[in-house]
Nanobody, 125 residues
């Protein structure tokens, strides 16, 4: 599967952005999809994951209540709606996929099989 992330940009603190991850090659229903991010000088961290087959989702505590992950099987696309953005959300955001059947506790960046190129999100304070 090939993944293409888009939707990043510059936004003021408190604003919103929606990231999209368009998949091609195979249907996303075969995968657990995730969003990860990496800020300068920091390790890549997971943000949110979704199992398209059963709709199960998980979120990092730092984004819980502000970010929402969703999927549209018809468009073969996963979204990350980001509200009330903070300066600490500034990072390059990546979408990824794994064929393993994992729930949130197992949705880790080192376990993902496929990665898209990142999209930059910059939140100005």
């Amino acid at each position: 599967v090939q993944l293409q992330a888009s939707g990043g940009g510059l936004v003021q603190a408190g604003g919103s952005l929606t990231l999209s991850c368009a998949a091609s090659g195979r249907t996303i229903s075969n995968y657990v999809m995730g969003w990860f991010r990496q800020a300068p000088g920091k390790e890549r961290e997971r943000v949110s994951c979704i199992s398209s087959s059963d709709g199960g989702t998980g979120y990092a505590p730092s984004v819980q209540g502000r970010f929402t992950i969703s999927s549209d099987d018809a468009k073969n696309t996963v979204y990350l709606q980001m509200n009330n953005l903070k300066s600490e959300d500034t990072a390059v955001y990546y979408c990824a996929a794994t064929e393993r059947v994992v729930a949130w506790p197992g949705c880790m960046h080192f376990g993902m099989d496929y990665w898209g190129k990142g999209t930059q999100v910059t939140v100005s304070s």
